[in-house]
């Protein structure tokens, strides 16, 4: 799991000083993710690494276009780094609905891919169910959560209903793997 660790340093050098709450969060998600990734085979690995990155953009130095799954993306890239894992942290927790709001929605889908995978679903999860400090929530708390934060018309919200049935559908098909795998209270 070298790559693992490699990862959770670079989050840790991009996010824990300069935002400490993203920080906290990123580290529940990627919790949960090696939780998921015990039952998911092959791509144990890919996903528990995406999950330690998929805020990676926020990074201040990071920042090229301001919208943290692209930059997040491109910056991985630019480290030649698996193509797979940039397509994860670029469209995770539907970003397309976000990147449209930005009109940044051609430019995302044309440099990375959305595979729509269980791997894919299971990094959405992970996001989506865990709050901004890190704390446990259900989905819909999560939503509310994001609602509550941002103001009617940040991008964040106007994106949130173009892309809930999306959310919604990653998230009730991960909860039926977890079901089928085991894992249900574990996570």
Do not use: N
């Amino acid at each position: 799991m070298h790559l693992v660790e490699w990862a959770k340093s670079m989050a840790r050098e991009r996010l824990a000083e300069s935002l400490p709450r993203r920080w906290r969060h990123v580290q529940q998600v990627a919790r949960r993710s090696e939780t998921l990734a015990t039952r998911l085979g092959d791509d144990a690995e890919l996903l528990v690494v995406s999950a330690w990155l998929h805020d990676i953009g926020y990074a201040p130095e990071l920042a090229e276009v301001g919208f943290h799954p692209l930059d997040g993306a491109r910056f991985l890239r630019a480290g030649e780094h698996d193509e797979r894992l940039c397509g994860l942290v670029a469209f995770h927790s539907s970003a397309l609905a976000e990147a449209e709001a930005l009109d940044l929605a051609d430019q995302l889908a044309a440099e990375f891919d959305d595979e729509r995978t269980l791997t894919r679903d299971l990094l959405w999860f992970a996001d989506m169910t865990t709050g901004p400090d890190g704390q446990c929530m259900s989905f819909e708390e999560r939503m509310a959560d994001v609602r509550d934060r941002y103001g009617p018309e940040h991008y964040v919200i106007r994106a949130l209903e173009a892309g809930m049935a999306e959310r919604a559908a990653a998230v009730a098909r991960t909860e039926a793997w977890i079901e089928s795998v085991g894992l249900a209270g574990q996570v």
